[in-house]
Structure formats: structure tokens, C-alpha cells
């Protein structure tokens, strides 16, 4: 029983670790077991793979001491309130409704409810309005959510940039496929690429429990690739190409969280410069860099020197996703810019997580007159994670 138990876990085993899935053609595992000169890591292994875990569960227990004693106190420090939005008056009719039966009352249950209620149209409409954006998150734990994003992102920038200096892959790309895969791993690569991949395993756990948007399923699937980049192109040592497609994420990365933080301190000018600046660096970066000097290596010079192979044409296919999601976040940003140029300020983010405009604003236009309907498509904000990295991110 126990080798018939093992027999098709053995072969699920070696068809998960095929060499001629993950090499090119004439290496094996065993070429790259031995030890590279002057390089403590030798060549990357699979089971290096295995330490991201309980590091991406550092880093979520770092994310929560820095939210708490050094996000948090800053927000409060520049008059970010720790308070919810506006909440609704209390009652009990209008709450069943809401829970029982609907959260968007149509115009023949409004009207039922203002005889019921003797109520406006208008002011049950503000009431539904405030009582759907009182389960929404308030402006502090949004600040603070962006500026451990915003922390990361700067600090691990740096980083690769002062790693790829001084790389000779940083100034001649196809340097990436020289000597492949006999390509030794230094203790900064290492670091560079671990402390990545660490880093969107946490965000995998944290989105669960983060603020929900729109886009969950996309950034969901965005989470997917990312994580699936980075490991495989870390088993089948691609981490050259890999340290260059982080570093390109990264850069615009920071500058959108840097947007999000000025507007949610309330300071539109700064909030608008930014975005300016991190629109103009994500298309050039995500419509321009990535394509044309990023996937042209990947597949047609790394074609051209090391031929392709079955685990190649999987990362290239990642690769080629990757630069879909950056397709549809590039669109989403130009709706954002164009009514920006249209209304001289950056409107709401198309994946906000709050529906209406400022909760000041409603409850003024609540007390002394009707509430217009159409104020809920007006935030002034930049939400959510439309910029995050794709390989690693954000």
C-alpha cells in the first residue's frame, strides 16, 4: 500500500521539478547544487523559496507596529481625525430596510418610505447614502495603509537602485543571458529578491483584511502573477531580468502611495503634483520601458542567446499578462487625468471605496436643503492600489 501510496506522489513530485520544464536544455539540478566562486549562495534553489514565509509574517507584524506607533501618530499630527464618516441618524424603519432588503432603495421604495417616514425623498436618499458610507473605513486607517505602502516602496527603490549601479546587467541588458544559468547569486541579490517576494506574500494575507475596493479580483490576480514571477524566475535563476522589472515597478509605485497620503491630509495641491508626476513616470515606465526594453529581452534577445524552453515560455506568458494589467491600470489612470485637466483637480479614483463626496458636504447639504443624488459620484480622492507592482511590485 505505502508504494502505491508514494508512487503517484513521486511522479507529481518530478513533474513538478523537471529539469526539462525549469532548465534549459543539457542542465541539470545537479549543475547548479555546487558552489559558485566568491558567492556564499552559490546559484538559486527551490528551497531558498521556502523562507518567505515566516519573513512575509515579520513583515505583517512590522506593518502593525509602524500603522500603529508611527503611521497612526502622524496622521494625527497633520489633523487627520480617528473618526468614521458621518453617521446616520438612527432609525429603526429605515435600518431594516437597509439590512433586510436593500442598501439602494429604488424610487417607488422612497417614495413608500416618505409616507411612512413623512420624511423628504431627498433627505432618505442622504440617509441611505451615510448609512452605506458608515461601514466604510475612515480616512485613518487609509493613511495609514498607504504609508507603510509608501515606506516600502521607497526604502526597497533605493535599494535596487544602489544594487543595479553598480551591475554590469544594469547598463548592458543582455548581460542578463551571458553565461545563463550559470549565473552566481550574490547575498545582495539575494536580500533584493526575497525581501520582494516576502513582501507581496504579505500583501496576498493582508488584502483580505485591508480595505476592499473595486478592483479586489484584479488585484487579486495581479498579486497571482507577481508572486508567480518572482518564484519562478528565481528557481530557474532569472533574477537578473527580475532585479530590472522590480526596480521598474517600484519607482512609480511610491509616488502614487505619496499621492494618496497628500490627499488625504488634505493638501490638493501637493496631491495633484504628485499624481501629475506619477502618471507621467507609469506610462513611461509601464507603456514604454516595460515593452520595449524589458519584454524585448525577455523574448527575443534571450531568445536569440539561450533559446527557448518550457519554463520560458511560462514566464514570458506571466510577463505578457503582466503588461495586460498594465494596459487596463493605464486607462484607468487617463480617465482620472483627463477629468482632472477638465475640472482643474484629480477627481475620484474609479475604484474609490467611499460613494459619496466629502461627508461635510452632506451633511451641510442635508441640514439646510435637499441632498442632490448626482453628489455621489463627486470624491475628491485617489484610493486604492491602481499603480501597485506587477513583478514585484503595490
Same mark, same amino acid.
Given at each position: ?23 534549459? &536544455?543539457?542542465? *541539470? ?5 555546487? !558552489?559558485?566562486? %566568491? ?26 507596529? +509602524? ?9 494625527? $499630527? =497633520? %489633523? ?40 423628504? #425623498? ?11 458610507? &458608515?461601514?466604510?473605513?475612515? @480616512?485613518? *486607517? ?9 515606506? +516600502? ?24 543571458? $551571458? ?29 483580505? @483584511? ?5 478592483? +479586489?479580483?484584479?488585484?487579486?490576480? /495581479?498579486?497571482?502573477?507577481? =508572486? ?20 521598474? $515597478? ?31 513616470? +507609469? ?13 524585448? *529581452? *525577455? ?7 539561450? %533559446? !527557448? ?11 505578457? @499578462?503582466? &503588461? #495586460?494589467? /498594465?494596459? =487596463? ?33 452632506? #451633511?451641510? @447639504? ?18 486604492? /492600489?491602481? %499603480? ?7
Amino acid at each position: 500500500m505505502a508504494t502505491a501510496a508514494q508512487g503517484p506522489l513521486s511522479l507529481l513530485w518530478g513533474w513538478l521539478w523537471s529539469e526539462r520544464f525549469w532548465l534549459p &536544455q543539457n542542465v *541539470t539540478w545537479a549543475d547548479l547544487e555546487g !558552489p559558485a566562486d %566568491g558567492y556564499g549562495y552559490g546559484y538559486p534553489r527551490g528551497r531558498h523559496i521556502l523562507s518567505v514565509f515566516p519573513l512575509a509574517a515579520g513583515i505583517f507584524f512590522v506593518r502593525l507596529l +509602524f500603522e500603529r506607533f508611527i503611521a497612526k501618530p502622524c496622521a494625527l $499630527h =497633520i %489633523g487627520i481625525e480617528d473618526s468614521g464618516p458621518y453617521q446616520a441618524q438612527p432609525n429603526a424603519i429605515l435600518e431594516k430596510v437597509f439590512v433586510s432588503i436593500t442598501k439602494y432603495p429604488d424610487k417607488k421604495r422612497l417614495e413608500g418610505l416618505s409616507k411612512q417616514l413623512d420624511w423628504n #425623498v431627498q433627505k432618505i436618499q442622504c440617509w441611505f447614502r451615510h448609512r452605506r458610507n &458608515q461601514d466604510k473605513p475612515p @480616512t485613518l *486607517t487609509k493613511f495609514c495603509e498607504s504609508m507603510w505602502r509608501f515606506t +516600502f516602496y521607497l526604502c526597497i527603490f533605493c535599494y535596487g537602485i544602489r544594487f543595479l549601479w553598480s551591475s554590469p546587467w544594469f547598463w548592458d541588458i543582455r548581460q542578463c543571458w $551571458h553565461n545563463y544559468p550559470f549565473q552566481p547569486l550574490s547575498s545582495g541579490l539575494y536580500y533584493y529578491y526575497i525581501m520582494e517576494l516576502a513582501f507581496y506574500w504579505s500583501l496576498m494575507f493582508s488584502q483580505f @483584511t485591508d480595505i476592499k475596493r473595486k478592483d +479586489f479580483l484584479i488585484m487579486f490576480v /495581479h498579486h497571482l502573477v507577481t =508572486i508567480g514571477l518572482i518564484s519562478f524566475s528565481y528557481i530557474n535563476n532569472m533574477v537578473r531580468a527580475g532585479t530590472l522589472i522590480m526596480c521598474l $515597478h517600484d519607482v512609480s509605485d511610491f509616488l502614487l502611495e505619496a499621492a494618496k497620503l497628500a490627499n488625504y491630509a488634505k493638501y490638493q495641491r501637493l496631491c495633484d503634483t504628485l499624481f501629475v508626476i506619477f502618471s507621467a513616470v +507609469f506610462m513611461v515606465t509601464r507603456l514604454g520601458i516595460y515593452p520595449f526594453w524589458i519584454l524585448n *529581452t *525577455t523574448l527575443f534577445e534571450s531568445w536569440e542567446i539561450i %533559446g !527557448p524552453y518550457a519554463s520560458w515560455w511560462l514566464l514570458n506568458g506571466l510577463l505578457l @499578462t503582466l &503588461q #495586460v494589467l /498594465h494596459v =487596463i491600470w493605464s486607462y484607468l489612470i487617463a480617465r482620472i487625468a483627463l477629468k482632472a485637466l477638465i475640472r482643474g483637480k484629480v477627481s475620484k479614483d474609479d475604484r474609490s471605496d467611499v460613494e459619496s463626496s466629502s461627508e461635510e458636504e452632506d #451633511v451641510t @447639504t442635508c441640514t439646510k436643503s435637499p441632498c442632490d443624488s448626482s453628489s455621489s459620484n463627486g470624491a475628491n480622492r485617489v484610493n486604492g /492600489h491602481m %499603480g501597485g507592482s506587477y513583478w514585484a511590485e503595490e
